[in-house]
């Protein structure tokens, strides 16, 4: 780029999509990872989810968790949950975290 000069980026909303619902999740579900914001609504605290797979390396995913704030999300260990730091993962009600998608290590890296 010159000095002086700006560069106007065009990003189209459609490329940001979000979850018609919010479903109720139990223990060791799997989360939809082909939105952008994905959201959540589980009853109580749930253990054990997993994210599928990413659909794009460096692929973007929120994931909004609804309820209230005691109805916590942890993810399984990073083997079966594809969430790089595992147990260590965990979303509390009325809260969202961002993770983006390495394809070389088939792993959900949270953004924090």
Known sequence: MTAG????IGISAASYTQSASAPAIANSATIATNVTCTRVAPAGAVTG?????GVFPGQLLTVVNESAALSTITFAASGT????????????????????????????????
């Open 81 to 112: 949950s594809r969430v790089a730091d595992g147990v260590l993962s965990i979303i509390a009600g009325l809260t969202a975290r961002t993770f983006v998608w390495n394809a070389s290590t088939s792993l959900w890296y949270p953004c924090k």
């Open 49 to 53: 989810l997993i994210l599928a797979a």
């Open 5 to 8: 000069v700006t560069q106007a």
